[in-house]
């Protein structure tokens, strides 16, 4: 969401503490002070997450705050993972594979790279997957190993928690 607000000392404070209020998280601010302030007004981007209902309170919040609303994007899916897949992928159907994530509707995939060398040879492919939270992340990755289990593929996960 970006911000208009006053140019005087507390007044970021002020923005920030309806989100806490509303038990958002903030994921990043960017607040770029131009020198010398061509206006009496600072604009700021946050990046939050808000539980479900909660955006018409915070909204109400921050006016009473004096602090005006210019714009609020919706990016859904906030946490990526990228995997390696490894079997008969297109004998196995991998536009299955990919709709059993896609219809949770918290997780996709968006990027999807195929490497085949043969016919009967295993091919292998690199799925990234998007989703809304880290917990639909962590579902959509018990998606793809049930079905990796059941369609006898390896998935190679990364290190990190996802």
């Given at each position: 969401m970006k911000l208009e607000m006053r140019d005087q000392p507390g007044q970021l404070v002020a923005a920030l503490q309806p989100i806490s209020a509303v038990g958002g998280?903030?994921?990043?601010?960017?607040?770029?002070?131009?020198?010398?302030?061509?206006?009496?007004?600072?604009?700021?981007?946050?990046?939050?997450?808000?539980?479900?209902?909660?955006?018409?309170?915070?909204?109400?919040?921050?006016?009473?705050?004096?602090?005006?609303?210019?714009?609020?994007?919706?990016?859904?899916?906030?946490?990526?993972?990228?995997?390696?897949t490894i079997g008969h992928l297109m004998h196995t159907d991998l536009s299955d594979t990919v709709d059993r994530i896609d219809t949770t509707g918290s997780a996709e995939v968006t990027d999807l790279s195929l490497a085949m060398p043969a016919i009967s040879s295993p091919s292998s492919a690199r799925i990234t997957i998007r989703s809304t939270t880290r917990e639909e992340m962590k579902k959509a990755i018990r998606i793809l190993r049930s079905v990796a289990e059941q369609k006898d593929l390896l998935i190679i996960e990364p290190l990190e928690d996802a």
């Open positions: 998280n903030i994921i990043a601010v960017i607040h770029q002070r131009e020198t010398p302030a061509a206006t009496e007004t600072l604009d700021v981007q946050i990046v939050l997450e808000l539980p479900e209902g909660r955006l018409e309170k915070l909204l109400e919040l921050l006016r009473e705050q004096g602090v005006n609303v210019v714009r609020i994007g919706e990016e859904r899916l906030l946490y990526e993972c990228t995997l390696i």
